[in-house]
Nanobody
Framework: QVQLVESGGGLVQAGGSLRLSCAASGRTFSNNAMGWFRQAPGKEREFVAAADWSGGSIYYADSVKGRFAISRDNAKNTVYLQMNSLKPEDTAVYYC??????????????????WGQGTQVTVSS
């Protein structure tokens, strides 16, 4: 059974940093795109960042460019999201996602086949 398990969320003050991790099990995603999405209360799930199978092509939402960085360690079947200069508007549940058969990343939730359970990130002002 495929599982994506996020960790690293928490409460942080504005301007602080957090590093999210997403460990995959049940199959390897070394040849597949992976990404991060987030969902704030009352809002739709939105794209944050994604990386193709090698990490050579990376995409970010405009709202996080220059502050967040996605990376992956295919040997560990893990993807990371380094979040710096956090703002209160970054508060959300953050979800890791993986594509089943494609190497190339999508910025749409519908482009992903597997999802983690989410980890809460709360940024206080």
């Amino acid at each position: 059974q495929v599982q994506l398990v996020e960790s690293g969320g928490g409460l942080v003050q504005a301007g602080g940093s957090l590093r999210l991790s997403c460990a995959a099990s049940g199959r390897t995603f070394s040849n597949n795109a992976m990404g991060w999405f987030r969902q704030a209360p009352g809002k739709e799930r939105e794209f944050v960042a994604a990386a193709d199978w090698s990490g050579g092509s990376i995409y970010y939402a405009d709202s996080v460019k220059g502050r967040f960085a996605i990376s992956r360690d295919n040997a560990k079947n893990t993807v990371y999201l380094q979040m710096n200069s956090l703002k209160p508007e970054d508060t959300a549940v953050y979800y890791c996602a993986a594509v089943s058969y494609s190497r190339w990343a999508s910025m749409k939730p519908s482009g992903y086949d597997y999802w983690g359970q989410g980890t809460q990130v709360t940024v206080s002002s």
